[in-house]
């Protein structure tokens, strides 16, 4: 049984850091163990969902019709979400090829709160991949203040660092809880030195390391395979532990 006190988990970080990577292996993590896993993509300025997942027919579904509803339902938002091959565990959230931020009617955060709290009851678990534009995106702002546990992604590099001394302050209100996210300083390369960002990051929980394969499977819309080998036994143990820390008792 998964820990109902700890059920929602956003991702947010720079751009480029990994956090829809990151969303999808932490959901491939807990479908190992037949659990239920919703993930959401918020970014409407370059959506996620068509860059993650192969299908014959094109992607109809949408969050945007979620979002935009009358009223959101539990069979709305079933509706509206896609399920990768050969993996029935998960089902994705997002904004379609095309969609972006006119496409739709505006919505308040109370809109967005409801769509997280019905996801609650849906799946045994909730990613939601956010936006690094915090300023324009009222989903990522409201998952931020609702998730149970906020992982927090920066790398190797001054725009990062640049990045996070700019928008931090936009979250620096208490019920955000920005004290308590927890810090991953990603897509660290071999031989790259990284104590001085670890340092300026305010020390960092985890590091998930750059992996070839990981690059390639995105490359080529394969996000929701397996990792096999050494870079498997590099990668997968902190995906584990970050599971644990923010999704486990």
């Known amino acids: 049984m998964q820990n109902k006190d700890k059920q929602i988990l956003a991702v947010w970080g720079s751009p480029s850091s990994g956090k829809t990577i990151t969303a999808i292996k932490i959901a491939m993590e807990l479908s190992t163990r037949k659990s239920n896993v919703a993930v959401v993509f918020c970014d409407v300025i370059c959506p996620a969902l068509p860059t ?72 045994d678990y909730v ?23 906020v992982l927090r992604l920066g790398c190797c590099e001054l725009k990062s660092m640049s990045y996070f001394t700019s928008c931090l302050p936009l979250i620096a209100d208490r019920r955000f809880q920005p004290e308590k996210h927890v810090r991953v300083l990603s897509d660290v390369k071999p031989r790259q030195a990284c104590s001085e960002y670890e340092n ?39 995906i584990n532990a970050i599971v644990k820390e923010c999704l486990d008792e």
């Open 200 to 238: 300026a990051y305010g020390g960092v929980s985890y590091k998930l390391p750059y992996i070839d394969a990981i690059e390639e499977q995105f490359e080529s819309l394969a996000l929701f395979d397996k990792l096999s080998g050494k870079e498997a036994k590099a990668y997968e143990p902190v």
């Open 127 to 149: 990613i939601v991949d956010c936006s690094s534009i915090l300023t324009d995106n009222i989903l990522t702002m409201a998952a931020l203040e609702v998730a149970d546990s």
């Open 52 to 123: 993650v997942i192969k299908t014959k027919k094109g992607i109809e579904p949408s969050v945007g019709e979620v979002l935009s509803a009358p009223g959101i339902t539990q069979e709305l938002i079933l509706k509206n979400c896609i399920s990768p091959d050969r993996n029935p565990y998960i089902s994705l959230l997002g904004y379609k090829s095309g969609e972006n931020i006119f496409t739709y009617a505006e919505y308040a955060k109370e809109r967005a709160v409801d769509l997280l709290v019905l996801l609650r009851h849906i799946a």
